[in-house]
């Protein structure tokens, strides 16, 4: 079936520091893919998508790029700030409309 | 327009109760999923409703329910509460576009004693 596999965490990095959070996927046909952030105490917020093949998601500073060929969208920052500190999931959705998360990258960044 | 709202945003139960949880969708927005957030297990899928209709289901016992009213409004309900139970309880609602994306609520902290 369809999942997501993300990268562990915790990450600790330096503010101004690169980001880079792994994602892979697996699933059968054009899956859309999707970052969400949520911060302590709050739900899920959307953070960026990609609905097919080469597309490239940005929000915020963020970006990801949707590869078929690695069936990846990992999650990139240049500069990281002390207010990007939350907790990162990637997801996808196929056909049927049911999505699917991965466990979830805990990022702290300290000033 | 509105977010997806969830009522209450925190419940305190004891061992065997039940209890009832409510989401209100974006306006328009006719899929409403339930997930259970842990420490432990992270965000697990419980089910999604369409049009008063459970169309997914997840990997959870009986306990565990739910359903879909005419205007979208959905409720969760969980019987015979155990300690294990305590959770953050999230809601998304999106419309039926292939690809959408998933709106969530603030949640409802559920905690068993």
């Known amino acids: 079936g369809d999942s997501v596999t993300q990268m562990e965490g915790p990450v600790t990095l330096s503010e101004e520091a690169f980001l880079t959070i792994n994602c892979t996927y697996t699933a059968t046909g054009y899956p859309s893919l999707f970052w969400y952030v949520q911060y302590p105490g709050e739900g899920l917020q959307l953070l960026l998508k990609?609905?097919?093949?080469?597309d490239k998601g940005s929000n915020k500073g963020f970006e990801a790029t949707y590869r078929k060929e690695t069936t990846s969208f990992h999650l990139e920052k240049g500069s990281v700030q002390v207010s990007d500190s939350a907790v990162y999931f990637c997801a996808l959705t196929n056909t049927g409309n049911q999505f699917y998360f991965g466990t979830g990258t805990s990022l702290t960044v300290i000033p | 327009k509105a977010g997806v709202t969830q009522t209450p945003r925190y419940l305190i139960k004891t061992r065997g109760q039940q209890v009832t949880l409510s989401c209100s969708p974006i306006s328009g927005h006719r899929s409403v999923s339930w997930y259970q957030q842990t420490p432990g297990q992270g965000l697990q899928f419980l089910f999604e409703y369409f049009s008063e209709t459970q169309r997914n289901k997840g990997n959870f016992p009986g306990r565990f329910s739910g359903r879909q009213f005419s205007n979208s409004r959905s409720e969760m309900n969980v019987s015979t509460l155990e300690l294990g139970d305590s959770a953050l309880y999230l809601c998304a609602s999106s419309l039926e576009v292939v690809g959408n994306e998933q709106y969530f609520g603030p949640g409802t902290r559920l905690t068993v004693t």
């Open positions: 990609a609905t097919k093949a080469d």
